[in-house]
């Protein structure tokens, strides 16, 4: 039987992503970002909504050329499901629904948290089954076990902030602008981590960013009462001792998640996933520890539908397929 081309398709947030596989393989990888959002701090809904209306058909036609095929040879449409946000995920959900329907072809539905971890099958090297996953992104941050393709069981979570919104919220209010999360990593390189932010106590393998932002703002608060140029001056140290703290947190976490299971293979996934810091402490660990560690491609952290892409390829084997009446949805755990 010759590999299935599968169009995948990706507008949970701020990206519109479009994506042809060819099995297990990643034909093309296309993106349009949306710097619409700059201006106002934080992704905006409904103009998210309206830009993924202007870029879902040049970007899926741009996916279709690179692959070097044209649609009638698809022999499915997958697309993100959820969670994300309503009125992104519906321009994706609906365009992947009018094309299954015109080339009568299935379609899947995707988990997207699910497929940040999925990332780690698109290249070599994989990490091998049972792996250990800390997915963190803009909006979840978990610890998963993965027995296997599309089988995981979720270990630890946050019970507040993501880790990716704490990078954006603590960026804020540093006067960085969003997403704050790169801005963090590159000023981060020039500065000191000379700043103390206390570790929240959270059970087991839980999370919890929320603490921290509320710990930045009073301390700022305090230190511009003694010198209303703490921050101006400060800025460097205070984003190096922010981004230091939480790699901790997540390392913490997920070294007692490696002594908890035994299991030495692990990976990251997620948009934060691209943080240097985090990856070197993933590398510094690894080496320590004698884990074997795995993090995506660069192309593959940050949100893709290459991520989409692989996901759908697992569940095309296995036949899990939905119907035109599916709807998208916010909140979606897998
Ligand atoms: O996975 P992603 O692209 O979208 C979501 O599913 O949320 O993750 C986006 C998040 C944002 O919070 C962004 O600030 C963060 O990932 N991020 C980073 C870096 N690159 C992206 N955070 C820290 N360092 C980075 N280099
Ligand atoms: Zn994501």
Redesign the pocket.
């Known amino acids: 039987m010759s590999l299935p081309y599968i169009l995948a398709i990706e507008s ?2 701020d ?1 519109t992503a479009a994506a042809v596989m060819q099995g297990p393989k990643v034909l093309s990888n296309c993106r349009a970002s949306q710097s619409v959002h700059e201006a106002y701090g934080g992704v905006v809904p409904e103009l998210a909504s309206r830009a993924h209306q202007a870029h879902i058909v040049p970007v899926v036609q741009a996916a279709l050329k690179e692959a070097g095929i044209v649609q009638e040879q698809l022999s499915a449409v997958a697309f993100t499901r959820g969670p994300g946000l309503m009125g992104a995920l519906l321009v994706g959900v609906s365009f992947a629904k009018g094309l299954a329907l015109a080339l009568d072809i299935p379609l899947i539905a995707v988990n ?1 948290v699910q497929a ?1 971890v999925m990332a780690h099958l698109i290249d070599a090297p994989q990490p091998k089954f049972p792996f250990l996953c800390l997915t963190v ?4 941050t978990q610890i998963v076990e993965v027995r296997a393709p599309l089988s995981m069981n979720i270990l630890g979570e946050s019970i507040d902030d993501a880790a ?2 704490a ?2 919220k603590i960026g804020k209010i540093l006067g960085l602008g969003y ?4 801005k ?2 590159q000023l981060a390189k020039e500065g000191r981590a000379i700043y103390q932010f206390t570790e929240p106590r959270v059970e087991g393998l839980n999370f919890s960013f929320s603490g921290l932002k509320t710990n930045v703002l009073q301390f700022i608060q305090k230190k511009l009462r003694e010198n209303p140029q703490f921050l101006e001056e400060e800025q460097i140290n205070l984003v190096a001792s922010v981004q230091q703290r939480i790699v901790s947190i997540l390392m913490n976490k997920l070294k007692k998640a490696v002594k908890q299971t035994g299991i030495k293979e692990v990976a990251i996934a ?3 996933s ?3 810091a985090l990856r070197q402490a993933l590398a510094e660990a690894g080496q320590k520890m004698g884990w074997a560690t795995y993090i995506p491609d660069f192309q593959y952290c ?2 893709n539908a290459g991520m989409i892409g692989i996901t759908a390829y697992y569940q095309y084997l296995a036949g899990d397929f939905v119907q035109q009446d599916t709807v998208p949805l916010a909140r979606w755990s897998y």
């Open positions: 949970s947030c990206d997207h940040h992104s803009g909006g979840h990716g919104e990078f954006d997403p704050a999360g790169p963090i990593d997620g948009g934060v691209a943080n240097s940050t949100d």
